[in-house]
């Protein structure tokens, strides 16, 4: 095969097909005699597996389960795809708090922010969402979330209607949306003293984590599929 003969199936360019031979997504074309690439039907069900992988594990890691399974580092592979499901186990664990935090909110006429038991600091705060503490100062800064400073350390503390703008905050930055925005549907929650802004596009993120759940199955089925035709090829080859 050609590559256009690749390229034709998925409405990719030439070019594309080229670049990721180039990238080891594919492994290595034969040559003709006048020098031009010769695909078999290995190279056409990489590149089905790697498109196959794309929604499930993003182009960087599907990239690189690619290259390790071509270098015969299976183990390898594996590892990226267990990361991109910590990853995914993660999300729906964060989207839990905020679901469970949102149901917490206080209702108008309860005790105020300062009130609230629960103080915590940057540090612990921002280890427990995996980001850095310039993170939450930048939240700060954007209007997102206002702690106190303690009056003996200086040092800013996070009460526990703090600590839930925080999570709603991140929630909705691994969604895509902007700070402004975020800030706005904050506003929303803590005037309306309810989590009605914010069902919809709970909703939406939740439907996103579920597709993408399903699109990892996809992407294995695929997988799977090319390590029985890679293990075909290298038996085919130590039988020559």
């Known amino acids: 095969m050609r590559p256009i003969d690749l390229a034709r ?3 990719l360019s030439t070019q594309a097909v080229r670049n990721y031979e180039d990238a080891g997504i594919l492994p290595p074309a034969e040559r003709s005699p006048s020098g031009y690439r010769l695909y078999a039907p290995r190279h056409a069900a990489a590149l089905r597996t790697f498109l196959a992988l794309l929604p499930g594990h993003g182009h960087a890691t599907a990239g690189a389960i690619m290259r390790a399974v071509n270098g015969d ?3 390898e ?4 795809i267990d ?6 186990a993660g999300d ?3 989207l839990e708090e905020v ?3 949102l149901r917490g909110l206080a209702a108008p006429g309860e005790p105020e922010r300062g009130r609230e038991p629960g103080v ?13 503490p310039a993170t939450l100062r930048t939240w700060e800064r954007a209007g997102l979330v206002t702690p106190r400073r303690d009056p003996h350390t200086g040092y800013r503390s996070y009460t526990a209607a703090d600590v839930r703008d925080v999570l709603l905050a991140h929630q909705l930055r691994r969604g895509g949306t902007g700070l402004r925005q975020i800030a706005r549907v904050l506003d929303q929650v803590r005037s309306a003293g309810g989590p009605e802004p914010l069902q919809a596009t709970l909703r939406e993120w939740r439907a996103r984590l579920t597709a993408r759940g399903l699109a990892m199955l996809t992407g294995a089925a695929a997988l799977d599929a090319y390590l029985t035709v890679t293990a075909a090829d290298t038996a085919g080859t130590a039988e020559d």
């Open 9 to 11: 199936e998925h409405g």
């Open 73 to 75: 580092a299976t183990e």
């Open 77 to 80: 592979a594996l590892r990226l």
């Open 83 to 88: 990361g991109s499901h910590t990853q995914l």
């Open 92 to 94: 729906r664990r964060t």
């Open 99 to 101: 679901e469970q935090a």
């Open 120 to 132: 915590t600091f940057i540090g612990p705060l921002a280890r427990r969402l995996g980001i850095r």
